[in-house]
């Protein structure tokens, strides 16, 4: 039996795998990784696979990069854990000293949390006590977009709204209010993405105007809507958003879990539209994809509604056992200083550049509706009919083929239903690019042949 085989058979007996039907495993092997260095992943018979999609979309400057791994190593020497409330540590400080010096302008306050979606849940319960400690408490609804993901957890599923994860628990969920989606995907032929998001907005705006008084908040994730197929929307939606909601006295909530740290072309996809949310959502690629750690930033106005005497019960009493955990603070300073000195924003305009390039040809292809880019997030949509753009009914599976024949050409390449994209570390060079596109490309002949 093959070493692979091996560790197959004993995690099958012992796990119970995130976001799977675990039948699945009974004709799809389940890949034990023994080690990866920069963008490759090796399995336990020596096979490697490019990880173009980070693992999730978490890792950043490739797998055990010396850099992170010895701050952390330092750190682990030094203080690995200790509690957040009444103590603080010197990473935790210095990282909220410079993620606000990062974030959008107005940004002061750092609340940290240990995953994506409890920042959501933060972010959702601080929206909401404010309204309440301002005397405000029939502010108290939430505004999501359709299309959106914003985590599992009941909180944050019941702010998305992608159904094959949310429909299930539907009745455990509070209720929200759902706008039309910007998506560009759905904007007439030969009209342009500014064109089409202003259109959709028209719809947010009308739904704001009529019920922000029963609102707290506005949440979305800025430009790109990555779990719902990598769709994405033109900055000035964000502009527009933050207008109005400023008007009306609504709190815009940035979910940057996915797409900050420098996925869009900009460290924040907020920037693009020059704006600063009231609270902004980052994980994932925090700490480069190596901990758990996530942080809700909001303003001094938000945090100024909570500041009071005890008795007042104005406090936000949330916590999560390992809150700013030093070990996650020390990857994500790390993570930082590797922004700061190998102009990697700058750097990654040349890989998306050839991303762009190298999939080019592909909007041609009978079974390709559109190819699109934010940055170094590129997807590629897989159609049943171009002119009509019907897609294949989700049943037949197109994208998994993708990913089977990519593992057979050392990609790990993961459609989401029939959207194939890639979010590669930025340590990925242009021929791994170049090799990434041909295998794509390779997946939509076979999977769409029949
Ligand atoms: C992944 C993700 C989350 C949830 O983060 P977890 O760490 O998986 O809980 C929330 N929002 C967006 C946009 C995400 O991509």
Redesign the pocket.
């Known amino acids: 039996m093959s070493k692979n085989s091996m560790w197959m058979q004993r995690d099958l007996s012992a796990l119970w795998h995130p976001c799977t039907q675990m039948k699945d495993h009974e004709r799809l092997p389940v890949i034990p990784i023994r080690t990866a260095k920069g963008v490759w992943l090796e399995d336990f018979d020596g096979n490697r696979y490019i990880d173009a999609v980070s693992s999730w ?1 978490v890792n950043l400057f490739g797998h055990c990069n010396p850099r992170i791994n010895e701050a952390i190593k330092t750190q682990l020497d030094t203080l690995e854990h200790v509690i957040l409330a009444g103590f603080s540590h010197e990473p935790v400080i210095e990282l909220s000293e410079r993620l606000i010096r990062l974030a959008p302008p107005g940004l002061t306050k750092c609340f940290y949390a240990d ?3 409890s920042a ?1 849940e933060v972010a959702l319960k601080m929206s909401f006590h404010y309204w309440k400690n301002v005397g405000q408490p029939k502010k108290r609804s939430f505004v999501n977009l359709a299309n959106s ?4 957890t009941l909180g ?1 599923l019941a702010l998305g709204d992608v159904p094959l994860y949310k429909e299930t628990y539907e009745p455990l969920l509070i209720d929200v209010i759902t706008a039309p989606t910007p998506d560009c995907y759905y904007r007439d032929e030969g009209e342009s993405w500014e064109a089409y998001s202003l259109r959709q907005f028209v719809k947010m705006e009308a739904l704001l105007e009529a019920r922000h008084t029963e609102i707290a908040a506005v949440i979305v ?1 800025p430009l790109v809507q ?2 719902g197929g990598m769709r994405m929307y033109h900055p000035v939606y964000l502009t527009k958003l933050r207008e109005i909601c400023s008007r009306l006295n609504v709190h815009l909530i940035a ?1 940057e ?2 797409v900050g740290f420098g996925r869009t072309g900009t460290l924040f996809a907020c920037e693009q539209a020059g704006i600063t949310p009231d609270f902004m959502c980052l ?2 690629g925090l700490t480069g994809g190596y901990l758990p750690l996530s942080v809700t930033l909001t303003t001094t106005q938000v945090y100024d509604a909570f500041y009071d005497n005890y008795e007042s019960l104005k406090a936000f009493l949330h916590s999560h056992s390992y809150t700013g955990n030093p070990l996650g603070c020390s990857a994500a300073l790390a993570t930082l200083d590797i922004f700061a000195s190998d102009h990697v924003i700058e750097k990654n305009q040349k890989l998306a550049a050839v991303m762009a390039e190298s999939t080019q040809h592909l909007a041609a292809h009978p079974h390709v509706a559109e190819v699109r880019q934010q940055g170094m997030i590129l997807a590629i949509e897989m159609v049943k009919d171009k002119q009509t753009r019907t897609p294949f009914p989700w049943q037949e599976r197109r994208g998994l083929r993708v990913f089977q024949h990519a593992l057979s050409r050392e990609v790990l390449m993961r459609p989401l239903g029939n959207v194939i994209y890639f979010m590669p570390p930025y340590v990925i060079d242009e021929a791994q690019l170049r090799h990434l596109a041909l295998v794509a490309e390779e997946g939509i002949h076979l999977a769409t042949r029949d």
Do not use: F, L, Q, R
């Open positions: 979309w995953n994506g979606s959501i993901y914003h985590g599992e944050a994730e990555c779990a979910d879990i996915a994980s994932k």
